[in-house]
């Protein structure tokens, strides 16, 4: 079984806390394997990234969608080039990862596998053609 988002709404820092912590627990005895939390509170995320053994999924599954937004411009590109007759087809990419967004739309350093990844999006594609979209 595989349970992708779970939404809660709590008032504080504590009980955020207890609900993870909570949740851990309650999840460990189902066997799930808890891969990351994601919320609007950087702090409390970051505190728990360091003590969380799965830290590592989260910095995984932000490379798996950087990786997702290449394999959508090669993809692109392929149909592209398959329907050439037709003339210049508008393309716009849609990604309901901001983390990826910001990569592609802005000039920065990153680490080198996030880098190679953009420098191939954008040789392909401006970085204005990337849209986000919410998750649904």
């Known amino acids: 079984m595989y349970v992708d988002n779970c939404v809660a709404s ?14 851990r627990e309650i999840m460990a005895l189902g066997k799930f394997e808890l891969r990351g939390w994601q919320h609007n509170s950087f702090e409390s995320l970051r ?13 995984q599954d932000i490379q798996l969608e950087l990786l997702g937004c290449c394999i959508d411009l090669r993809l692109a590109k392929t149909i592209c080039t398959d329907l050439e007759e037709l003339g210049g087809i508008p393309v716009y990419y849609w990604s309901d990862s901001m983390n990826c967004l910001h990569w592609i739309k802005n000039d920065e350093q990153w680490a080198t596998f996030v880098m190679n990844r953009v420098k191939e999006i954008r040789s392909g594609s401006e970085p204005l053609q990337w849209n986000y979209v ?3």
């Open 47 to 59: 505190d728990n990234c360091k003590e969380s053994q799965n830290a590592s999924h989260i910095l």
């Open 134 to 136: 919410p998750e649904i």
């Open 10 to 23: 709590v008032k504080s820092e504590a009980d955020l806390t207890k609900f993870i912590n909570e949740s």
